[in-house]
């Protein structure tokens, strides 16, 4: 750790994790590997790669959207949720002060203050209803306000990385005949994909970044390892 | 909101939101949206079931595996970041109380609490490195301690409710010969089962149970009907 380091503390590298590159880390971990085994799956019982096209895209349409509409969903359940959860507080705090001032005191005691200031912070925070409501929302019930344009913003961006990761196993099935000749070069470039992706992911979640990689890779590998294995012996 | 329910504030309710539910409701969202929009797009291009029970079952273990292997990673991860994050601070609480001092009296300004306040709270929570780093994990970084043994059992979970729910929009093609009489039974099926689940859904996320019922179908819907236009698109 150098001293530069020591003299920032580590707001900003938390700050990496950001809500798009969230996005784009869930939609090509799987835009990466379901349409790979999937078509490493049917090249396991198929010659011809004609089939693998039509379910690879079938499956790439399924899956974005599946997962596009889904992250839109979430975000709109976490709005709503949100301001459910914040009339209910107002409501409470307006009903039930007794109730609502004895959770705050709660709070500060089990940040390990004491009676005395415990008593000064309910009564300190409790004067202003908003911002008494906002400490019972953030820190009792853990909700941070929700940006009601993520929704739409996360929807599009699981989509489209889901399509761009779900493309790089497709495409040498474009180019070859054969399915298993096809397959070796998906295998190749998609593990490569993996490899390359599961570096940046885990740079982005913070762990080491090679293992990360490795372990996305192997996830991968195994996923279209027991896809063809089924897929050959429901075949046979 | 009745009286009963004003003296229980709503502390049970949120608990609903169970890790294990959570674990169920990703795993069978994808589980009975890909398989079947899937089948239904395959379904759009070739006659016999044969492929699509083959591709299906291929997309499932595929999918299962992608799902349950990133749920455990994502496990794993959590718990490691916790860690890290965890020395860090005992770290700079060691190297540099001044300034981790001002982070924690930034967090007390922050809840809106008077200067004199803010002082003697800093002052009694820095007492205890314990309390002081805790305070840092959780209020600072928003960490909570991950169960260790969470990975697994998410993993688990997930990959399950992915098998359960890709089998029943795949059940129908296992009894017809024609693709397009067993994508018929499987819509029908299959939108049931989405309304259903999205209903239980929506009642542990505590939305309009019947608006998210909608909701969970009008996706699966969309979904298979493009991968059907997709795939009948390429065919023709």
């Given at each position: 750790m150098?001293?530069?380091?020591?003299?920032?503390p580590?707001?900003?590298?938390h700050?990496?994790?950001?809500?798009t590159?969230?996005?784009?880390?869930?939609?090509?971990?799987d835009?990466?590997?379901?349409p790979f085994?999937?078509a490493a799956g049917i090249?396991?019982a198929?010659?011809?790669?004609?089939?693998i096209?039509?379910?690879g895209?079938?499956?790439?349409?399924?899956g974005?959207?599946?997962?596009g509409?889904?992250?839109?969903?979430?975000?709109?359940?976490e709005?709503?949720?949100?301001?459910a959860e914040?009339?209910?507080?107002?409501?409470?705090?307006?009903?039930?002060?007794?109730?609502?001032?004895?959770e705050?005191?709660?709070f500060?005691?089990?940040?390990?203050?004491?009676e005395e200031?415990?008593?000064k912070?309910?009564d300190?925070v409790?004067?202003?209803?908003?911002?008494w409501?906002?400490?019972m929302?953030?820190?009792?019930?853990?909700l941070?306000e929700?940006?009601p344009k993520?929704?739409r913003?996360s929807a599009?961006?699981?989509?489209?990385s889901?399509?761009?990761?779900?493309?790089i196993p497709l495409?040498?099935?474009f180019?070859?005949?054969e399915?298993?000749?096809?397959?070796?070069?998906?295998?190749?470039?998609t593990?490569?994909?993996?490899?390359v992706?599961g570096y940046?992911k885990?740079?982005?979640?913070g762990?080491?970044?090679w293992v990360?990689?490795?372990?996305?890779?192997?996830?991968?590998?195994?996923?279209?390892?027991c896809?063809?294995g089924?897929?050959?012996?429901?075949q046979?």
């Amino acid at each position: 750790m150098t001293d530069t380091h020591l003299h920032h503390p580590h707001a900003e590298e938390h700050l990496l994790s950001s809500a798009t590159l969230t996005d784009i880390v869930i939609g090509m971990s799987d835009g990466l590997t379901v349409p790979f085994a999937l078509a490493a799956g049917i090249s396991g019982a198929v010659q011809g790669t004609s089939l693998i096209i039509i379910a690879g895209l079938a499956e790439i349409a399924a899956g974005s959207i599946a997962m596009g509409l889904g992250g839109y969903l979430a975000g709109k359940t976490e709005v709503d949720h949100y301001h459910a959860e914040l009339k209910r507080e107002y409501d409470e705090v307006e009903k039930l002060p007794h109730i609502e001032k004895q959770e705050v005191k709660d709070f500060f005691s089990s940040l390990g203050l004491s009676e005395e200031v415990q008593q000064k912070a309910v009564d300190e925070v409790t004067k202003d209803k908003k911002k008494w409501v906002d400490l019972m929302m953030k820190y009792e019930l853990g909700l941070d306000e929700p940006d009601p344009k993520r929704a739409r913003k996360s929807a599009f961006n699981i989509s489209i990385s889901y399509i761009v990761g779900g493309l790089i196993p497709l495409c040498p099935y474009f180019f070859f005949k054969e399915s298993i000749e096809a397959l070796k070069i998906s295998t190749v470039i998609t593990l490569i994909a993996l490899f390359v992706f599961g570096y940046f992911k885990s740079r982005v979640t913070g762990v080491n970044a090679w293992v990360g990689a490795l372990r996305v890779m192997v996830i991968g590998a195994i996923a279209a390892g027991c896809a063809f294995g089924i897929a050959r012996l429901i075949q046979s």
